[in-house]
């Protein structure tokens, strides 16, 4: 690639590139030819197979395409035949005919089916499921464990919870709930406007809150109201998503909640800040078949009212039971719901860790199997292989479904938290997640195929070097902007070396590079909301004065000089070799 200096490449003004950013629009043609392009790159048979199908505009054929790791020996052949599967697996443009929002929406309430089931099974039932040697002792430890890890006293003893302990721990989350929506969903908004609260929160919660926001108005006069609206969001070509939209006022309670759980799982070794450990045992998984990656379907909706019930203290059942939302309404119906949370909700991901957490201990503990290296993110679990057996089983037992497409105990293949390896290697693929349409599209899929093609201390693939050179020649000279990796997408990464580097005039050790990176869209505010939002979230509230971030609503900005004290170098580009 010729060098270009900030100089030589532009002599437009800020406003005539602003203007060029927002008016570039990729053609359909040139799309195609380059999703086309990564099929040829890779060169096997498999993506050649879905190069044909993209070709012929097969499009379901390409989002359900699928391979077995069993089929090979060697990482490199893995990762480029499952980088050649993955590349539109996500992407939303594909028309495969598919009703995502049906597909999503019966996944749903057959959940609801599944929790009703193990409702009836958990409350009445419990003595005729519990039917293998030792799910009484697995029962029995995932208890005493749940009980010591929310107490963190003898299990003789159940203490008071603190309100006051879940009250310095709320706040806003970033999204919408049930009376705020649209693109200003941020806590000044929500301090002044949201009102909405279920009718158990009311009771066990509210005459707290208003002690302990006494200048909270909304407070004064909530509405009440009968539970959370599920709706569906994009997930992949395949499905949708849903996830519930909570009345604001238990959004607010349920994030404390959470937060308290994920404090007292800190404080035993499980920092559910950080997926590090589940990316760490898969790699290990992957290598030795020590440890495996447990994947559920549907996790979070299969966690029942009656499961909760059974597995956490009295107390902090009624306090979640009391956050949550009891009803949902689907299609403008309300149904009263058998599951105790959703995704949505503040508390779920931390309930769930909890819960899959603990059961992967308590089947370590009768096992006899060291527990050093179990982990949890989510419904991201990582056990001993010799577990997953009996850990199926009490699964079964207690409503979930393990998913035995995504779940790995043998072989060399492991998945956990987007982590990808095969006897170590990391595989992970290339998500292209929409149309290429946009300036920022091609700079997007440019730097993600330069860190794909990448090969840490050895150089880039040069398979990939003729994509990449044809996405940048896709952009006009006057928009290619270069600089470092750690730029992100505001402009197109390269190394040192491909680019004339400019010392910062001012003499600070590093460099400067043109770029058009996002910036939030702001308001300007007054009210007693905002001042509540500065009060309480002086620290995480991104808004500066009487400024307010909108969600979701960003503007391209042109930076004549973009600083940087560190540039990687991604090394040459090479022919691939074995040696990698």
């Known amino acids: 690639m010729q060098k270009q200096t900030s100089k030589g490449m532009n002599h437009s003004s800020s406003r005539e590139i602003l203007r060029s950013t927002r008016e570039f629009r990729l053609p359909e043609t040139e799309y195609r030819s380059l999703v086309g392009s990564f099929y040829e790159s890779l060169g096997t048979p498999v993506a050649l197979s879905c190069f044909l199908l993209w070709e012929n505009g097969e499009d379901r054929q390409i989002a359900e395409k699928d391979i077995d790791p069993e089929n090979y020996l060697d990482s490199e052949s893995f990762r480029d035949d499952f980088a050649a599967i993955s590349f539109l697996r996500k992407n939303s443009s594909l028309k495969t005919g598919i009703d995502l929002r049906k597909v999503a929406i019966d996944s749903f309430l057959q959940a609801e089916e599944k929790c009703r089931v193990t409702n009836i099974a958990l409350g009445s039932k ?304 290339l998500f292209l997640k929409e149309r290429l349409y946009f300036l920022k599209d091609v700079y997007r899929l440019a730097n993600g195929i330069r860190t794909f093609s990448h090969i840490p201390d050895y150089g880039c693939d040069s398979r990939f070097r003729p994509l990449w050179r044809n996405l940048v020649n896709n952009v006009p000279k006057r928009l290619r902007f270069f600089g470092p990796k750690n730029a992100g997408d505001a402009c197109i990464s390269v190394s040192p070396t491909e680019t004339r580097l400019v010392p910062h005039r001012d003499g600070w050790e590093g460099f400067t590079f043109p770029a058009i990176p996002t910036v939030p869209v702001s308001v300007s505010k007054e009210s007693l909301g905002l001042l509540l939002a500065r009060l309480y979230q002086p620290s995480r509230d991104r808004a500066f004065n009487n400024s307010v971030p909108l969600r979701a609503k960003v503007r391209i900005v042109y930076k004549k000089a973009m600083f940087t004290s560190l540039w990687y170098d991604y090394g040459p580009w090479i022919p691939r070799t074995k040696d990698w």
């Open 126 to 429: 419990l003595l005729t499921v519990l039917n293998q040697d030792g799910d009484w002792y697995v029962l029995n430890a995932l208890i005493r464990k749940i009980e010591r890890i929310l107490s963190e006293f003898p299990i003789e003893q159940i203490p008071s919870i603190p309100i006051e302990e879940i009250f310095e721990r709320s706040g806003w989350g970033p999204g919408s709930t049930t009376l705020i929506k649209g693109f200003d969903t941020s806590a000044s908004r929500k301090f002044d406007d949201e009102c909405e609260i279920t009718p158990a929160a009311y009771d066990l919660f509210l005459p707290a809150l208003k002690v302990a926001y006494p200048t909270w108005e909304k407070l004064k006069s909530p509405k009440v109201v009968a539970g959370n609206s599920i709706v569906t969001v994009p997930k992949n070509a395949k499905t949708d998503r849903t996830i519930a939209i909570e009345p604001g006022l238990n959004t607010w309670i349920q994030l404390g909640i959470g937060k308290v759980i994920r404090d007292k799982l800190r404080r035993i070794g499980y920092n559910l800040n950080s997926d590090f450990k589940n990316r760490q045992g898969a790699q290990i998984g992957s290598r030795d078949n020590s440890l495996a990656t447990v994947d559920f379907k549907a996790a979070s909706d299969t966690i029942s009212i009656e499961l909760v019930r059974l597995l956490l203290p009295p107390r902090w059942f009624l306090l979640l039971d009391s956050a949550r939302s009891h009803t949902f309404t689907l299609d403008n119906k309300v149904h009263r719901s058998e599951k105790f949370s959703t995704m949505g909700n503040g508390f779920t991901f931390e309930l769930e860790s909890l819960i899959f957490l603990t059961i992967g201990l308590a089947v370590c503990e009768y096992l006899g199997e060291d527990d050093a290296q179990v982990a949890i993110f989510g419904d991201d679990l990582i056990i001993p292989s010799k577990c997953v057996t009996k850990l199926t089983h009490i699964c079964t037992i207690l409503g979930f479904t393990i998913n035995t497409r995504k779940t790995f105990s043998t072989g060399n293949f492991r998945e956990s938290c987007g982590a990808y390896y095969f006897m170590g290697v990391d595989v992970k693929p």
